[in-house]
């Protein structure tokens, strides 16, 4: 294991609770709809506005998404777990408690596998898993639309979630986008959550603290709320340098709960921070214990999806793509099953896989698109992929290719390619016949070649390329020259 680096000679250490909508119709404890966007306090029914003789009922589907994701992650399902009230006074929380899961949690263990960095020079590291549990969310106050009041929302309440607690096992802000990331591609391989951040269907709470090397853990404040990976990374290192500051300035840290303000971006103390007896658990008296049957997990295993790490180490050993090209193609669901109908279809895997991860991330990363948007279907990539494979157009004229057909300028390669007049030159005559001419207007190129310079071959190659505009073969235009020159 590499040693971790130091921010002005301090470690950092950093742990994240991930609060992940499950993509249910419904309600954790009740029939109404979870669906975003309706007019506030439509879609709250009378288990969530807390009305006198309401019980809870859970709801199978969620328990089946936690299970599907203590399966992926290697954890243990609790065959029994309970739940429980969390008891806390605010507005937006109608029972004056939230029903939680504390000493028995559905999912226990487990571990996400992580790459930080860039390319070949990405590393891999686990990150473990402390739990996973089952609760409610609360509803939502609204402070903006208001003047000198506070409107309350519940239509959120009673949102199921899947609350996922780490370890404190990562040493920096990159470290910890790295982690949010997988986690976040995770959950929507697995279909258990629709990933939308800016709905807050997935959201981060950061444990931040700082120590010396060696020395026992600092005191952690925790950055509450944060969904954006860009907002994560922020939060985390303006507040390691607040804390830094601190401690230099002789000052200790307080435990407290924070706010992260991206206009400014800094972290605002909020609150003090509870712990577990400030909240007063105790098991909730009117939900009995969930108990999940060996042959429900059983079911659930056989319908899993194939996970994304098994299906890259399926493309490195089938396909040949090197270890990096097969962790980019399999960042999503969607896009790994695009590049696998294009791979199908034109037989060309590292070609696909270089043009998803260049021309096409590109692209979408411009229009904030995501692959299942893209206006290229997958037939239609692999159809210029093939164009490229058989030598009928280069790399530079596929990409105006690309450009037309990503823009709706047309819908056929074969069209464009002849439209655009980009149809590679693979005459042998008439290639030779344009060396021929080359060569002889270029004598000193060739003696310079004859002596060893490289450069002076290159030069070469670039005059026949510019007298047939660009439509020679480059490989052939290699193969013929030097055939000529020797």
């Not at 807390?50 to 399902?77: C, D, H, S, W, Y």
């Not at 895997?349 to 096409?360: I, R, S, T």
């Not at 105006?400 to 693979?426: C, H, R, Y």
Request: net charge negative.
């Amino acid at each position: 294991m590499s040693t971790p680096a130091l921010i002005r000679g301090y470690e950092v250490v950093i742990g994240l609770e991930t609060h992940a909508q499950l993509s249910t119709a419904s309600k954790i404890f009740s029939g109404a709809s979870t669906a975003f966007g309706a007019d506030a306090n439509t879609q709250a029914c009378a288990v969530d506005l807390a009305l006198p003789g309401t019980l809870p009922v859970m709801n199978r589907a969620a328990v089946e998404r936690a299970i599907r994701f203590g399966l992926a992650v290697g954890a243990k399902v609790a065959p029994l777990s309970i739940f429980a009230r969390k008891n806390y006074f605010y507005p937006d929380l109608p029972k004056g408690y939230q029903i939680s899961q504390y000493e028995i949690p559905v999912v226990q263990g487990g571990r996400v596998t992580i790459r930080v960095g860039e390319g070949d020079k990405a590393v891999e590291k686990v990150v473990n898993l402390t739990r996973a549990h089952l609760e409610e969310d609360a509803g939502k106050s609204l402070h903006e639309d208001f003047h000198g009041q506070t409107g309350i929302d519940l239509n959120r309440a009673g949102t199921p979630l899947l609350e996922i607690v780490t370890e404190p096992d990562m040493r920096s802000s990159a470290e910890a986008v790295a982690y949010a990331r997988a986690l976040h591609a995770l959950v929507m391989w697995l279909g258990i959550c629709d990933g939308n951040m800016q709905e807050g269907s997935f959201r981060c709470d950061a444990n931040v603290s700082v120590r010396k090397p060696g020395a026992p853990f600092g005191t952690r404040r925790e950055i509450k709320n944060l969904n954006s990976f860009r907002f994560l990374q922020q939060a985390i290192d303006y507040e390691v340098n607040w804390q830094i500051d601190q401690i230099e300035d002789g000052l200790a840290i307080q435990q407290a709960t924070v706010l992260f303000n991206p206009d400014k971006g800094e972290t605002r103390a909020m609150r003090t921070k509870e712990d577990a007896h400030d909240y007063r658990y105790f098991p909730d008296p009117d939900l009995p214990p969930l108990v999940i049957a060996p042959d429900w997990v059983e079911r659930v295993k056989g319908e899993m999806p194939e996970l994304p790490a098994a299906m890259a180490q399926r493309f490195q050993s089938a396909d040949g793509l090197p270890a990096y090209d097969a962790a980019m193609v399999t960042q999503s669901l969607p896009f790994a099953r695009y590049y696998e109908a294009a791979r199908d279809l034109c037989k060309q895997p590292k070609l696909v896989a270089n043009w998803l991860m260049g021309e096409v991330s590109k692209r979408l990363n411009t229009e904030g698109r995501d692959i299942a948007d893209a206006p290229l279907p997958a037939a239609t990539l692999a159809a210029l992929i093939g164009r490229i494979a058989d030598g009928t157009i280069s790399h530079n004229a596929a990409k105006q290719v690309f450009d037309a057909l990503w823009s709706g300028e047309a819908a056929e390669v074969d069209a464009v390619i002849e439209a655009k007049g980009l149809k590679q030159m693979n005459d042998s005559g008439a290639l030779e016949k344009i060396i021929d001419e080359v060569l002889a207007a270029n004598p000193k190129n060739i003696e310079e070649y004859r002596a060893g310079k490289d450069k002076a071959f290159n030069a070469l190659v670039g005059q026949v390329m510019k007298a047939s505009k660009g439509k020679a073969n480059p490989a052939q235009v290699n193969e013929l020259l030097k055939a000529r020159l020797a």
